[in-house]
């Protein structure tokens, strides 16, 4: 019932999801967002085109700086995340990199150290070449990275959830630790995506997504997104995206828009069938381990208690036959494919020790959580009974040969 005395709830996030799609008011009144696939904008006046040029939200007149189908994405994501303002980058990787060098610009960074793979590469051998100094800390160890902190950093840098392990940040506690020293919380969200976690509600400053993965959602599009706690930072990104040159294509924008009006349903199906092969991988005696957040017993039920509304669909197990094992259960799927990436409909799997982080030698393996036999899944939204006969396959294949 509607209570007339109170102010007008806000819609929930799965409805949200399916309308704050808004492209201005096209006089078709389309149901979809249109693609502008244009690289620019024409303009009666002199002075229209200079004020189109001035910020993120002045118009549009060159699609490096705006586009309105990107925009539209940015705002809906803005929206998600309850943000104050987002950006659409080409890739993950172009909203990481744009970001940091936006707000760490001859500053110092520490980042957990197990963070996705082009990240840690960015941190450990990027930055510091470019003046910005990186420390790379165990973002569990609260006590470790308020020492690395107190070392002057502008930026914490870290992930909701971390593969391979799962392991979930305590984003609260992290923000504030941050904030104590006067550094930025950066938060890469892409594994819980929105509907699991918003970071900003819980103190972090900036969140940043590969739209690739779940907002996409589709495995069709590669894609970045930022969002921001405030105006201030989103247009110092802004400037440096639009120099940077890492902008969104608007057919992409498009795709990830698409994905993101499907994003609460989609992700339900996702967890729920991690959940299903991790119950199934748990009883299995070839596999020694199992991670993923909604497993009791994993080392961070109580923080994903606190910071998730839900598991999410990737997990990893330990296979006990070490990395041959590993490599040919990944080889017997049928259903499943072997791949990088996640988040699309399609269940995907893969073993690191033998693509992925092959250059890593047994103790660098150990040192990143990494097992021999780990296998890596992102679960999809095929019918569960249908994944788990697929893997109980894999595993006998991988027994028997
Ligand atoms: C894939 C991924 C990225 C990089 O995104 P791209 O779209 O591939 O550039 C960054 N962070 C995480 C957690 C990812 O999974």
């Given at each position: 019932?509607?209570?007339?005395?109170?102010?007008?709830?806000?819609?929930?996030?799965?409805?949200?999801?399916?309308?704050?799609?808004?492209?201005?008011?096209?006089?078709?009144?389309?149901?979809?967002?249109?693609?502008?696939?244009?690289?620019?904008?024409?303009?009666?006046?002199?002075?229209?085109?200079?004020?189109?040029?001035?910020?993120?939200?002045?118009?549009?007149?060159?699609?490096?700086?705006?586009?309105?189908?990107?925009?539209?994405?940015?705002?809906?994501?803005?929206?998600?995340?309850?943000?104050?303002?987002?950006?659409?980058?080409?890739?993950?990787?172009?909203?990481?990199?744009?970001?940091?060098?936006?707000?760490?610009?001859?500053?110092?960074?520490?980042?957990?150290?197990?963070?996705?793979?082009?990240?840690?590469?960015?941190?450990?051998?990027?930055?510091?070449?470019?003046?910005?100094?990186?420390?790379?800390?165990?973002?569990?160890?609260?006590?470790?990275?308020?020492?690395?902190?107190?070392?002057?950093?502008?930026?914490?840098?870290?992930?909701?959830?971390?593969?391979?392990?799962?392991?979930?940040?305590?984003?609260?506690?992290?923000?504030?630790?941050?904030?104590?020293?006067?550094?930025?919380?950066?938060?890469?969200?892409?594994?819980?995506?929105?509907?699991?976690?918003?970071?900003?509600?819980?103190?972090?400053?900036?969140?940043?997504?590969?739209?690739?993965?779940?907002?996409?959602?589709?495995?069709?599009?590669?894609?970045?997104?930022?969002?921001?706690?405030?105006?201030?930072?989103?247009?110092?990104?802004?400037?440096?995206?639009?120099?940077?040159?890492?902008?969104?294509?608007?057919?992409?924008?498009?795709?990830?828009?698409?994905?993101?009006?499907?994003?609460?349903?989609?992700?339900?199906?996702?967890?729920?069938?991690?959940?299903?092969?991790?119950?199934?991988?748990?009883?299995?005696?070839?596999?020694?381990?199992?991670?993923?957040?909604?497993?009791?017993?994993?080392?961070?039920?109580?923080?994903?208690?606190?910071?998730?509304?839900?598991?999410?669909?990737?997990?990893?197990?330990?296979?006990?036959?070490?990395?041959?094992?590993?490599?040919?259960?990944?080889?017997?799927?049928?259903?499943?494919?072997?791949?990088?990436?996640?988040?699309?409909?399609?269940?995907?799997?893969?073993?690191?020790?033998?693509?992925?982080?092959?250059?890593?030698?047994?103790?660098?393996?150990?040192?990143?959580?990494?097992?021999?036999?780990?296998?890596?899944v992102s679960a999809g939204l095929e019918h569960p009974d249908d994944l788990m006969a697929d893997f109980a396959g894999a595993l006998d294949a991988a027994a028997d040969s």
């Amino acid at each position: 019932m509607v209570d007339d005395h109170e102010a007008p709830q806000r819609s929930r996030l799965a409805t949200r999801t399916v309308h704050n799609v808004s492209v201005g008011a096209p006089a078709e009144r389309p149901a979809a967002p249109p693609i502008y696939q244009t690289s620019t904008f024409a303009f009666a006046d002199a002075d229209d085109f200079t004020a189109a040029l001035a910020g993120p939200d002045d118009g549009f007149a060159y699609s490096r700086l705006g586009n309105p189908t990107t925009a539209a994405l940015e705002r809906s994501c803005a929206d998600l995340e309850d943000g104050a303002g987002a950006l659409a980058f080409a890739s993950g990787m172009a909203a990481v990199s744009t970001t940091l060098m936006a707000v760490a610009a001859g500053g110092h960074v520490v980042a957990q150290r197990d963070c996705y793979g082009g990240t840690y590469h960015l941190l450990d051998r990027v930055l510091p070449r470019l003046g910005i100094s990186t420390q790379l800390v165990d973002g569990d160890d609260l006590a470790a990275v308020d020492a690395a902190l107190a070392g002057d950093a502008s930026v914490l840098y870290v992930e909701t959830i971390a593969n391979p392990t799962m392991r979930v940040a305590d984003l609260p506690a992290l923000a504030g630790l941050a904030h104590r020293h006067g550094a930025r919380l950066i938060v890469d969200n892409t594994v819980a995506s929105p509907i699991l976690c918003r970071p900003l509600a819980h103190g972090a400053d900036i969140v940043v997504h590969s739209a690739t993965k779940y907002l996409g959602g589709h495995s069709d599009v590669v894609g970045g997104l930022a969002v921001f706690a405030d105006d201030e930072t989103q247009r110092a990104a802004w400037e440096l995206l639009i120099d940077l040159g890492g902008c969104a294509d608007p057919l992409a924008s498009w795709l990830v828009l698409r994905g993101l009006r499907t994003l609460e349903l989609r992700l339900q199906r996702h967890s729920a069938n991690a959940g299903a092969l991790a119950d199934f991988l748990s009883a299995r005696p070839e596999v020694t381990r199992v991670y993923w957040p909604g497993l009791d017993g994993h080392p961070s039920a109580e923080v994903a208690a606190r910071v998730l509304d839900g598991p999410s669909g990737f997990l990893s197990f330990d296979l006990a036959g070490g990395r041959e094992a590993g490599r040919r259960a990944v080889e017997s799927v049928r259903l499943a494919a072997q791949a990088p990436s996640l988040g699309g409909p399609e269940t995907l799997v893969s073993h690191p020790a033998s693509t992925t982080h092959r250059q890593l030698d047994d103790a660098a393996l150990a040192a990143a959580g990494i097992g021999q036999g780990m296998i890596r899944v992102s679960a999809g939204l095929e019918h569960p009974d249908d994944l788990m006969a697929d893997f109980a396959g894999a595993l006998d294949a991988a027994a028997d040969s």
